[in-house]
């Protein structure tokens, strides 16, 4: 069975920075991309970000454009998200999954094409 487990969140000033951390294990079929999202209180599940299953190709919303960066870690079975110049707006739940599919195209950002999901690490920034 697939697991994945989120770290790395916290509370951090506006301005500040975090990286979160996802450590996948239970497989070691690295052919699938990961994404990252986010859920604020009273807020639909937003994503934030996808990497295709090489981890070469990326793709962000346009709110974090700039700001956050993915990527697929060493060890192989890791996916970060590199967080600076937060701001309010960025506190939420923070999610990593697994895609049904090997690439980032198209419908990325829709929950129904991923098929795991980690508990979620909170981010909270603070003015």
């Known amino acids: 069975q697939l697991k994945l487990v989120e770290s790395g969140g916290g509370l951090v000033q506006v301005g500040g920075s975090l990286r979160l951390s996802c450590t996948v294990s239970?497989?070691?079929?690295?052919?699938?991309?990961m994404g990252w999202f986010r859920q604020a209180p009273g807020k639909e599940r937003e994503g934030v970000s996808c990497?295709?299953?090489?981890?070469?190709?990326?793709t962000y919303v346009d709110s974090v454009q700039g700001r956050f960066t993915i990527s697929r870690g060493n060890p192989e079975n890791t996916l970060y998200l590199q967080m600076t110049s937060l701001k309010p707006e960025d506190t939420a739940m923070y999610y990593c999954?697994?895609?049904?599919?090997?690439?980032?195209?198209?419908?990325?950002?829709?929950?129904?094409?991923?098929?795991?999901w980690g508990q979620g690490t909170q981010v909270t920034v603070s003015s």
């Open positions: 999954a697994r895609s049904r599919r090997a690439d980032c195209a198209g419908s990325w950002s829709e929950t129904g094409r991923y098929d795991y």
């Open positions: 239970g497989s070691s079929d690295r052919g699938f991309a």
């Open positions: 990497i295709n299953y090489l981890g070469v190709r990326t």
